[in-house]
């Protein structure tokens, strides 16, 4: 008896199927991002954007969909289109890399990022 009541106590853990959804998505519109698939990164930018939970994930899903909308505007010959919509990633992480790859297509964009987070810090990167 008291073995199976030492084994109900040993439950596996809650998982928040909420937040494997937008990850999922997260990933997703990543996936699609790299396959140039824009309308379909959209859609999964979407999905996160419903199920963000707090501003930090609303905030990740929100550079998303600039990095999308930049990365088109480039693939389509608009280069000030797509450094206007990559300026506005307000994820610092996201912003950073972002930052580094457009330097290799010689696109420059500013070391601060117009709309961003007060705790970011840009400036460690070079």
């Known amino acids: 008896m008291a073995l199976t009541v030492a084994a109900g106590c040993q439950s596996a853990p809650k998982v928040d199927q909420r937040l494997l959804d937008y990850r999922s998505a997260m990933g997703s519109a990543t996936e699609s991002i790299q396959a140039s698939e824009f309308d379909g990164a959209r859609g999964h930018i979407d999905t996160a954007l419903r199920l963000a939970q707090d501003e930090v994930e ?52 500013p070391l601060q990022q117009r709309v961003g987070r007060a705790d970011s810090n840009p400036e460690s990167e070079s």
Do not use: F, N
């Open 58 to 109: 609303r905030q990740k899903a929100q550079s998303l969909g600039h990095l999308v909308d930049g990365t088109e505007a480039y693939a389509q010959g608009d280069v000030l289109g797509a450094k206007s919509k990559w300026e506005q990633i307000s994820d610092p992480v996201l912003y950073r890399e972002v930052r580094r790859k457009a330097r290799v297509l010689g696109v420059s964009l």
